[in-house]
């Protein structure tokens, strides 16, 4: 019967299945964000583990690279040092036949050691701004008419500063070879050259070696069919320098991201090139804007993770229907006593809440039963006389604050300000700043907190020196407290100043004229009495009965809020016998009366 009840509570909304439904959810959810980050971090710790070892194999090719180019700088400081060079590149400098050749048999020797020990160099040119030309070749390969000096290149070459040194020429095709020469004829070098000086210091050519960029492919060809990878290097325009694919040299990439290989020294990211996402690393070498790139197909990468992937999902799998089972077996054993207990209660009926003492496992379901009526006589009890009590006394609170400063009468004021201070009345400006002040000081305090009546009344003085300062002193003003020791009495705050209010707002309007207004503060049997006395437009019968309703109102009308909102806080703290008054005549005024108990 249990086991039917359960089955029946699965399908219809109850506390059973939303223990199993939420208690399943919850872990289900939890187990598919596990399996979910544990899958995309399979893929994460391949990439970074490729990563790693592209950043090892792209350093080893880095430190081969700046060691040949360093090898390959030898040569050139041996020809832009050399007498000969120097002897056949000034100008104006008359050399004989006879020391002519000799000089051009030391430069052959010189060259034949670069020949022999220099791998990485393709060719060293021997240009000088004179017209003098030469190789390692004996300018036997070179086109003797071609402008040289015209050349880009060249000219980067010989503008050096006189401590630069070294300098990195950009990528060029070697079109001043003749056509024979198929090796070099028309194919693009990257060279580094170095400024020849006359004996003066004056930069008289330079010395330029070409670099064999097939040479520098073979440092990373050891490794670039590794996951389909590509190393390759460009410079600071984007520009394959060196690459495995002949025809990819010269080529300008063109990628979302290629900006960040040049913003630090190294690092990785994954882009979309040709159509293909990869991961790009690149690394940095000794020659300032060229950098060292890899480039790996990411669907290589995931590839490799299949395997990872496909045994992470086998057990998400099986830890889902091992929680399944799991969940229903734990909300079953917790539930089974609650389901007994219900079946309990439906087979009683409707007359009666007795439940008949049964072992249901819990001491607590044990006691349901017997404190049951208690229970809800005392929930009825304390409803009628806390809860509906609280709820009210939070109504007149937010009500309390509804009756502060209004926002148009502080933007009236700060105007008034400004107009005295315009019109140069400083003390006059000094006064409504300070009773302005006080005012806004006095209202952002609590509403519970009681103040004495003097400070209340102080506040009063505060509204109505601004107020009259508005209407230029038309209202005359008038306080009488034959007994000043009353002031000294507690009452609760922004009492008075509502009242007030009313009396300018509705007695007198925009336009007072022989305006009066009286504040009279005195002793009776049963407290404190004040009067509030204008001289106003006063109401008619129907009026008056009207808002005297208002005030047995125990839900405040929007419309009423200052007198209301007062009566009603002053009731609720002192008793019912205890509030406002209100007698009034059209035509002749308004008298408001606050009864009010003497509290020191």
């Not at 048999?105 to 030469?134: E, H, K, M, P, W």
């Not at 025809?247 to 040049?262: D, L, P, V």
């Not at 079946?343 to 039963?369: A, C, F, H």
């Not at 229970?375 to 509804?402: D, F, W």
Request: glycine content about 6%.
């Amino acid at each position: 019967m249990v086991a039917k009840y359960m089955f029946r509570q699965l399908w219809k909304r109850s506390i059973i299945r939303n223990m199993l439904f939420s208690y399943l959810g919850i872990n289900l959810l939890l187990l598919f964000l596990l399996g979910i980050v544990s899958i995309r971090d399979s893929t994460d710790t391949m990439t970074k583990e490729i990563t790693d070892s592209s950043y090892k194999v792209m350093e080893q090719a880095a430190r081969g690279f700046n060691f040949s180019l360093e090898e390959a700088k030898r040569p050139l400081v041996q020809f832009a040092g050399n007498y000969s060079v120097v002897a056949l590149m000034t100008p104006d400098n008359k050399v004989s036949v006879e020391e002519r050749i000799q000089h051009e048999r030391n430069i052959g020797v010189l060259a034949a050691g670069v020949t022999s020990f220099q791998s990485l160099i393709s060719d060293v040119l021997i240009l000088g701004y004179n017209g003098y030309l030469n190789n390692l070749d004996g300018r036997k390969t070179l086109l003797w008419d071609y402008p040289f000096v015209e050349q880009l290149w060249f000219k980067k070459a010989v503008s050096a500063n006189p401590n630069k040194g070294f300098i990195t020429l950009n990528l060029h095709k070697q079109d001043y070879y003749i056509r024979t020469n198929v090796s070099k004829y028309n194919q693009f070098t990257f060279s580094i050259a170095l400024p020849v000086k006359d004996f003066n210091q004056h930069t008289i050519g330079a010395v330029v070696a070409n670099l064999d960029l097939s040479k520098i492919n073979g440092l990373f060809e050891l490794t670039s069919d590794q996951n389909d990878e590509n190393i390759f290097m460009i410079d600071e325009d984007g520009t394959v320098v060196v690459h495995q694919d002949k025809t990819s040299i010269g080529y300008k990439m063109n990628f979302e991201g290629i900006q960040r290989i040049f913003e630090k020294d190294s690092g990785s990211f994954v882009s979309n090139i040709e159509g293909r996402e990869r991961l790009v690393i690149f690394h940095p070498t000794a020659v300032q804007g060229l950098r060292l790139v890899s480039t790996i197909p990411m669907a290589e990468i995931r590839g490799q993770s299949d395997s990872l992937r496909a045994n992470l999902r086998s057990i998400l799998y099986l830890c889902l229907i091992l929680n399944t089972l799991l969940s229903v077996i734990i909300t079953l054993r917790i539930s089974r006593p609650f389901s007994r207990l219900l079946i309990t209660i439906d087979n009683m009926g409707d007359k009666s809440l007795y439940v008949v003492p049964k072992n249901y496992k819990y001491r607590e379901l044990n006691l349901i039963g017997d404190r049951f009526k208690e229970l809800v006589g005392r929930i009825e009890q304390l409803v009628k006389q806390n809860y509906v009590s609280q709820i009210a006394l939070q109504e007149i609170q937010l009500k309390t604050l509804q009756s502060q400063i209004h926002p148009h009468f502080l933007f009236n004021t700060l105007q008034l300000v400004q107009t005295e201070i315009v019109c140069g009345n400083a003390e006059d400006s000094n006064h409504l700043l300070l009773s302005l002040s006080s005012l806004l000081r006095y209202s952002m305090k609590g509403s519970k907190e009681t103040v004495e009546l003097g400070r209340e009344l102080q506040n009063v003085k505060d509204y109505l020196f601004i107020v009259n300062k508005k209407f230029a002193g038309r209202i005359d003003i008038e306080y009488v407290v034959p007994d000043p020791e009353v002031l000294r009495s507690k009452t609760i705050k922004l009492m008075l100043q509502p009242i007030v209010e009313n009396a300018i707002v509705h007695g007198f309007e925009e336009n007072p004229k022989f305006a009066r207004i009286r504040i009279h503060i005195l002793t009776v049997k049963k407290g404190i009495l004040i009067s509030i006395v204008d001289n106003g437009v006063g109401m008619s019968k129907e009026r008056r009965e009207w808002l005297i309703s208002q005030l047995r109102l125990t839900d405040i009308p929007l419309d009423n809020i200052g007198l209301c909102n007062v009566d009603q806080r002053i009731k609720l703290k002192y008793g019912d016998e205890y509030g406002i008054r209100i007698r009034s005549h059209a035509g002749i005024g308004t008298r408001v009366y606050v009864l009010l108990p003497r509290q020191s």
